[in-house]
């Protein structure tokens, strides 16, 4: 199962005998499923069965869907002509006429007469019907769309876990070096303050000092984030509020990594690190 970007657009055209339809979904990063619509007043009862649509292949994202219904001028209803109904009011018009000795009669007026004339309409049945099943197409691009997008963000996300996981090596290449330059420094000195130098005190601050500046278990934390990271993306779904947490869970060791930083290489790691990090985040921001 793959992941899926919150931010996407798909759009469907179709022509018919009737005219076109413009079918248009659109959706940005949000916390839960929010769907707006714009549709045609006479479609408007198409809206409940729309959105329990979204609802059923979406889990979150502010989507927005219209609907541009256009008679393009093609094929239109045949005329179908009362013509007993014509008669019987020109019949009628005669006699009028007879009576007031008025001779004019207009034939427009007779067909403008409520019945004389109708066009045959649009079945809005047929129509509705065909409007959903573009609608179910329109959705299929749309998560097409997202899950495009999706790819995308996985690939980045995916590269930055793999470049903390080289400043993790750098650090732990760098940290024996780093404990006997501190044990060096600290025996100097003590040097400098004695000349007896007690060993057993010399060990413990040591071990004090070893203590406060080892980021083993930081790196180990950080090592297992990658790889907990590495499996949520790989099961893919709604996966978008379980890797913000993962964020906040790196964060953390990446600031504990930077306070204990006491040489150049480590606080360089430890800071690209927290770059990494962030754009991370903002990427998961638009995952669903």
Known sequence: MSIHSMTAFARIETKNDWGSATWELRSVNQRYLETYFRLPEQQRSLEPVLREKLRKNLQRGKVECSLKLTDDGGKTG?????????????????????????????PIDVLRWPGVVSAQTQDLDTLRAELNTQFDQLIKDFIKSRAAEGKNLYQMIEQRLDTIAEQVEIVKTE????????????????AELQSDIDQNRLEQELIYLAQKIDVAEELDRL??????????????????RRLDFMMQEFNREANTLASKSIN???????????????????QIQNIE
């Open 78 to 106: 045949e005329l179908s002509l009362n013509q007993e109904l014509a008669k019987q009011i020109i019949d009628s018009a005669n006699w009028v006429t007879e009576q007031t000795s008025n001779s004019q009669l207009n």
């Open 223 to 240: 090592e297992s984030h990658i790889k907990e990271t590495k499996k949520i993306l790989k099961k893919g779904g709604a996966c978008g």
């Open 264 to 282: 150049t290489t480590i606080t360089n790691a430890a800071v690209e690190v927290k770059v990494l990090i962030e754009q991370m985040r903002e």
């Open 175 to 190: 940290m024996p070096a780093v404990m006997v330059w501190q044990r060096e420094r600290l025996t100097t000195r003590l």
